[in-house]
């Protein structure tokens, strides 16, 4: 019976890391041993369980569906390890935490070195990544989402709004020209995200109670948002972007603010979110705590930016 807990829950770190190396890694075992683990798996059961490659490992349809069974498995020893470790209140192991790729910026990063800090036991592993994950199923103690619609059977915790602005660089307005009104956007080269999951290319302002949405397009769409704001450093177009993606390009004068008195208005809310648990663990507990505090309302990066002004 040993055996087998040991062989579906590498099994099911395979299937969370796909790939036989960072299983192994996760798990502190060599990666042969991952691969023999899985081939006495699939060798006692009788079916195919991964597809292997030179590069890359993925599960056949069976494979993925035992290792959910092991992705449970794991999942309530790290219940149990919490509710250990809450008893003691010990903020300690490893904390795995998704982020929003285009969140993923300088800004956070340094809003992460500190929460490591203030915890020298605990180690952090952060992943960046665009799509909605399963949060059980693919390891990971909590998600930092920028989404409408955080995923069902999870707890949403609500962080902050993303504030945006209207900007375009000073080359592209002396080549182009200021816009004087919303309507002017229709004539400009307007740099839109565009992702597998969302689409942005209609953008909401509200100036004294009055809300208008305009429909923009432009030669060039971005599904990153990061790279948005490279474009319209660049003198590619207007952008519609995220605050938390600026440092100091005002300031210095790289971009321009268009429009000021037209507020953008989009509802982009940032979640913290984390499986539903009976007992959390205190380094996911004190690390919702942390973010809670530290990208509040206002977020860091607005503080940040108020104070340099």
């Not at 990153?224 to 938390?244: C, F, I, Q, R, S």
């Amino acid at each position: 019976m040993l055996d087998h807990l040991q062989q579906i829950v590498v099994l099911a770190t395979v299937a969370q890391e796909q790939h036989f190396t960072r299983a192994a890694e996760r798990l502190g075992i060599s990666k042969s041993q991952v691969s023999k683990q899985v081939r006495y798996l699939e060798d006692r059961l009788g079916v195919q369980l991964v597809q292997r490659n030179t590069r890359s490992v993925s599960l056949t349809e069976i494979g993925a569906q035992y290792a959910d069974y092991g992705a449970q498995l794991m999942a309530t020893l790290d219940e149990a390890e919490a509710m250990v470790a809450g008893y003691r209140d010990e903020v300690t192991g490893k904390l795995r935490i998704g982020v929003a790729q285009s969140f993923g910026n300088t800004l956070i990063t340094r809003s992460f070195a500190t929460f490591r800090q203030n915890y020298p036991a605990l180690d952090l592993d952060i992943t960046l990544f665009d799509h909605r994950p399963n949060l059980v199923e693919e390891g990971y103690d909590c998600w930092v989402a920028i989404h409408e619609q955080p995923p069902e059977g999870m707890v949403a915790r609500k962080l902050a709004d993303c504030q945006f602005k209207l900007v375009a660089s000073p080359d592209y307005l002396a080549r182009q020209g200021t816009p004087s009104q919303l309507s002017d956007l229709r004539h400009h080269d307007c740099i839109t995200y565009q992702s597998r999951e969302r689409s942005y290319d209609k953008w909401p302002f509200n100036k004294a109670g009055n809300e208008q949405v305009v429909r923009v397009s432009g030669r060039y769409n971005i599904n990153n948002a990061p790279a948005v704001l490279e474009a319209v450093k660049a003198g590619m177009g207007v952008a519609y972007l995220a605050t938390y993606l600026l440092d100091d390009e005002l300031q210095k004068g790289e971009l321009v603010e268009i429009l000021p008195d037209w507020r953008p208005c989009l509802a982009l809310p940032i979640y913290i979110v984390y499986p539903r648990r009976k007992h959390l663990a205190p380094k996911v507990r004190e690390f919702i705590d942390f973010m809670l505090e530290e990208v509040g309302d206002p977020p860091v990066w607005d503080r940040l930016h108020a104070s340099n002004r």
